[in-house]
């Protein structure tokens, strides 16, 4: 009888660890996320990004599925974004293989889904650093308004990292306003995303343990380096640290003093100092390649060296650019030498070289002008349409007396709608959003969703014009 009742005490006792175990099992397994997809292994011992659209990793391709418009009327609660992140999830693809799809207007076989949260959308950013990937996806959280009351705020963003199978995942910030400016930077051997959110420039110190920190607050403008592309030929790790900002000067007891001071500090740390202030004047940040910084005032352009030390007068004719404001500046460069700078002013795209000499430049496809530039390589200028993609070399590009040049653009792809200012390109292949098409098949037209889907089209390749739909549609008769 004893031993009967020491067994079932025994049994007892099993049940109780057995349950305490399965506890503390399943909160590390809420904690830790389980791994969708297998995991690989990056071989690139440098940051890896492509633009804000994808990031290739070894033939591994990250990637927002599908477009979410969170700025859309309908997306308005936590339902919203759990539908669009059916659709927008972090997808990957293995294009180490032939693509396995019934054609090139049908989803590959083998879309993973790495994390089911909405990445592709209006504030996409992701690059990889070591075993890593990093990606922006819309807060979820509710934020204060200016009426004090909560509400969503999904233009907001929560910056996340996981493993490259989706484990680990970690929320690494929560902005509480939307960022206008980001990029990741290498400095002294260490890695920071630097953003600005509103008004808070912010620098989140990359690791085992990311730390982060507010630089400035009541900042109006950043200048900071783009992120490193090594498919980009102009495209440079090297750069002197100091992180360029902007802030309104006011004075308490005299409001006759105003204007805006633009000041300095090393992404490293330490105290800011003044660069320079106009009296009465509004200085505009509109764009920094390497170490220059380009700043308008009024209707000028000026272009400061940051490598000069002290204060200097912003406003001096020695740092007058353009007399026109500018906007979108892109370095034109070789890998041995810099050329000179691509920007729009007065609705015009303009080229103006290291000597100083600028020009008008046209591009046309087929006697329709194309006025966006998407990006630059080198020195080949890639455009953009709401339905086609088109490059133009320059390189042979002279400029006399200011006048105006055309070019008559290589046609890369034509779609039906492609989503403008979201992409990324690996040095074969520029990634991009766009709608499906309508394809024929068995004299039946195939479903189109509305929706915009992640293709890509290789670039100088022999197949002109030709793309490859890459995302998993909603729509069933697309599938491969």
């Known amino acids: 009888m004893a031993i009967i009742c020491i067994i079932k005490r025994l049994g007892e006792i099993m049940k109780k660890i057995t349950k305490l175990l399965c506890g503390i099992l399943g909160v590390a397994f809420l904690a830790t996320g389980c791994a969708t997809v297998g995991n690989i292994k990056n071989s690139d011992n440098e940051l890896i990004y492509n633009g804000n659209a994808a990031v290739m990793v070894d033939g591994y391709l990250y990637y927002g599925n599908s477009f979410a418009d969170i700025t859309a009327d309908t997306f308005k609660n936590l339902n919203d974004y759990k539908n669009s992140a059916k659709l927008s999830y972090l997808a990957r693809l293995n294009t180490n293989i032939e693509l396995a799809a019934t054609s090139n207007n049908y989803s590959p076989k083998k879309v993973e889904k790495v994390a089911e949260e ?13 075993q890593y990937v990093y990606y922006t996806t819309p807060k979820k959280e509710q934020s204060t308004n200016s009426d004090n009351k909560l509400e969503y705020q999904f233009s907001y963003s929560t910056l996340c990292r996981s493993k490259l199978n989706g484990d680990d995942r970690k929320e690494l910030y929560k902005t509480e306003a939307e960022i206008t400016k980001i990029e990741v930077l290498k400095y002294s051997g260490k890695y920071y995303i630097v953003f600005l959110a509103g008004e808070n420039l912010v620098k989140i110190e990359l690791g085992n343990k990311c730390k982060s920190s507010t630089i400035a607050t009541g900042v109006s403008g950043v200048a900071i380096p783009k992120t490193y592309e090594k498919n980009k030929e102009q495209s440079s790790l090297d750069w002197n640290g100091m992180i360029y900002y902007t802030t309104a000067r006011s004075v308490e007891d005299n409001t006759d003093i105003s204007g805006t001071v633009m000041s300095k500090v090393s992404v490293y740390g330490g105290d800011s100092s003044q660069v320079g202030f106009i009296q009465g004047k509004t ?21 400061l060296d940051t490598n000069k030390a002290g204060q200097v007068a912003l406003d001096s004719t020695s740092y007058e650019f353009y007399n026109a404001a500018a906007s979108n500046i892109y370095l034109v460069a070789s890998s041995a030498r810099e050329l000179g700078y691509i920007f729009t002013a007065n609705s015009n795209i303009v080229y103006k070289n290291v000597a100083g000499d600028s020009a008008v430049l046209k591009f046309e496809s087929e006697g329709t002008s194309i006025a966006n530039i998407a990006f630059v390589n080198g020195r080949t200028v890639y455009l953009e349409s709401v339905t086609g993609l088109y490059s133009a070399d320059i390189s042979n590009l002279t400029i006399t007396n200011g006048e105006q040049k055309t070019f008559e653009c290589e046609k890369i792809v034509t779609m039906t709608a492609i ?9 074969k292949y520029i990634y991009f959003y766009a709608q499906l098409e309508n394809v024929k098949d068995d004299e039946t037209i195939t479903e189109t969703d509305g929706n915009y889907y ?3 089209t290789r670039v100088g390749g022999s197949d002109k014009y030709s793309y490859e739909l890459l995302g998993l549609t909603q729509t069933a008769e697309r599938h491969s």
């Open 454 to 456: 992640l293709y890509r």
């Open 283 to 303: 200085i505009s940040i509109v764009g920094r390649e390497r170490d220059v910084v380009f700043y308008t005032i009024g209707s000028k352009t000026y272009k």
């Open 118 to 130: 909405v990445v592709g959308q209006n504030n996409q950013f992701m690059f990889v650093l070591g």
């Open 419 to 427: 989503h403008e200012g979201l992409y990324s390109f690996d040095g």
